[in-house]
């Protein structure tokens, strides 16, 4: 079983699945699957120059109400980068210093692969298994994230399918494999500010109204507000001003206009509406002449502690010893959408410390544990 896995990440790494690509890699898993009494259904999507990869695969547990587990996750790495600054060729994987190199080693071929072994034993030594294992996997999560995961959420809930608990396999761990399962992530509401005044001469400002000085005592505001206090999962809401533009790159003319970009990560004590109803506010306040667009990359989800968080946090302590905490920071995932559909949802994977780098890499001691984590966890929940 352990070298199972290494196999398998190596033959995925070797697939230049940069997105929204898959290179192959859903055939080669879904072969798996089959293999191991899997039901596939491809659920591909998307137009002809941006086609996505789907899969849905499901081995239904000998009890129908018995409990749905969900390993989720993305076939699709980031692009490499500057090719020449890679110690090896990020699509051979190469074992060095105790690490294997490769482009989507940690961001996450080596969940993927572990899932695959992890659900292939669970199988073999528990055939007639209660509750159901699925996978729900995507080529797109690292692009745009329209036609990944997301619209197979939608299709499933169309029809009606249930889901139970769910296991993304991002890459947490911070310092020691199993240190860290996130339980769910901050929401991301963007604005682009554009504050009006009229242009004119430094020396006469009678005839004209500078945005700058009219909108600093707001920003000031804005930068100091207190959102919400955050709770038991999240820390509180934040808001930060990203780029700030304005003047005309000479000394003597007011400008016209003051354009600024502003990011929330927020808690579930705010929402995206009464977060834009107070900027509005507040802005409205200041007597400002402004627009203002938003945009909303991400709603928040929250798992609270519970069945799943329990299974998985046991599993790592008997696998490696560490007792796991439970994290919402970080960016989005994918975990957003399923969150819509299956009440339990967790993150779980390997050292996230090279993602998205030149030299990505997993330790090669992480890989055979993280799949028996994962086999145990469905033990934990599914027999
Ligand atoms: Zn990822």
Not at 312 to 340: H, N, P, Y
Request: proline share 6%; net charge negative; charged share 20%.
């Amino acid at each position: 079983m352990d070298d199972d896995t290494l196999a398998l990440l190596e033959q995925l790494i070797a697939r230049a699945s940069v997105t929204p690509q898959d290179a192959g890699c859903l055939e080669l898993i879904g072969a798996r699957l089959a293999a191991a009494g899997f039901a596939l259904e491809r659920m591909d999507s998307g137009p002809d120059d941006f086609r996505v990869s789907n899969l849905w695969a499901v081995r239904r547990g000998a009890q129908a109400d018995a409990p749905v587990l969900v390993f989720a996750g993305h076939t699709d790495v980031v692009p490499t980068g500057d090719l020449a600054r890679w110690t090896s060729d990020p699509f051979v994987p190469t074992v060095r210093d105790g690490r294997l190199y490769g482009r989507g080693a940690a961001d996450m071929k080596t969940s993927l692969a572990a899932m695959v072994v992890a659900a292939e034993a669970f199988v073999a030594a528990h055939p007639a298994h209660r509750g159901s294992v699925a996978f729900l996997l995507t080529s797109d999560e690292e692009g745009p994230a329209r036609d990944g995961t997301v619209v197979c959420v939608e299709r499933l809930r169309a029809r009606g399918e249930r889901l139970d608990y769910c296991i993304v396999g991002e890459p947490t761990s911070v310092e020691r494999l199993g240190d860290t399962v996130k339980n769910g992530r901050r929401g991301s509401l963007s604005g682009k500010l554009r504050v009006i005044g009229i242009q004119g001469h430094v020396a006469y400002p009678q005839l004209a109204r500078n945005p700058v000085h009219q909108a600093a005592p707001a920003l000031a505001e804005l930068a100091v507000t207190e959102w919400d206090g955050g709770n038991a999962y999240f820390p509180p809401t934040t808001f930060q001003i990203s780029n700030i533009a304005a003047g005309t790159g000479v000394g003597n003319v007011i400008p016209g206009e003051l354009a600024v970009d502003f990011n929330f990560r927020f808690s579930t004590e705010s929402t995206p509406e009464t977060l834009r109803q107070r900027v509005h506010a507040l802005l409205e306040r200041h007597g400002l002449d402004y627009t203002l667009d938003w945009s909303l990359s991400g709603e928040p989800f929250l798992t609270p502690v519970g069945a799943l968080s329990a299974a998985i946090g046991a599993a790592i302590e008997a696998e490696t010893g560490v007792k796991t905490e439970l994290s919402t920071t970080g960016g989005t995932s994918d975990g957003r959408f399923i969150a819509k559909l299956c009440p339990q949802v967790v993150e779980f994977g390997p050292l996230n410390a090279s993602i998205h780098k030149i030299d990505e890499y997993v330790p090669l001691d992480q890989i055979a544990p993280l799949t028996r984590i994962y086999r145990r966890t469905l033990e934990n929940l599914l027999l």
